[in-house]
């Protein structure tokens, strides 16, 4: 629950393409790990080429100018192999739907406790109350 979701991408996308990308992420997390309705809060920045500075390859995997980098900050509590389905569930979805390079789909989880999550009034909405 309570993802935070940046994603970053080259400008070579139009933005139409980067909000699509946004919409799959969030749906895919709603059918993988159950993020709540509405709880879409998503960061997304298109760059410049020279923004984005990545290896020609890295751990066999060789990477293009189509990159996209895909960072959600959830809370802790999620299994490794439930993180493992969502990563599949990400690429595959972005693959299906808009031809992206399975290669190019970069996903990295921060996972962090209910209580370093304020949804606004300065207030832990999540907070365990005593």
């Not at 933005?15 to 309705?37: D, H, K, L, T, W």
């Not at 299994?79 to 493992?84: E, F, G, R």
């Not at 595959?92 to 990295?108: G, M, S, T, W």
Request: one cysteine or more; proline letters at 4%.
């Amino acid at each position: 629950m309570m993802p935070l979701v940046r994603i970053d991408l080259s400008k070579k996308y139009p933005e139409s393409f980067a909000q699509q990308v946004g919409n799959i992420v969030y749906n895919v997390m709603r059918e993988q790990i159950n993020v709540p309705e509405d709880d879409k809060f998503q960061i997304i920045t298109r760059h410049d080429g020279s923004e984005l500075n990545i290896p020609k390859s890295y751990l066999g995997i060789e990477y293009s100018d189509g990159i996209i980098f895909i960072q959600a900050t959830i809370s802790f509590g999620r299994s490794t192999d439930l993180k493992k389905s969502l990563f599949k569930a990400i690429c595959e979805a972005l693959v299906q739907d808009l031809k992206v390079r399975p290669q190019d789909v970069f996903i990295n989880l921060i996972e962090v406790s209910k209580e370093n999550w304020s949804f606004g009034n300065g207030e832990m909405q999540y907070a365990d109350k005593d």
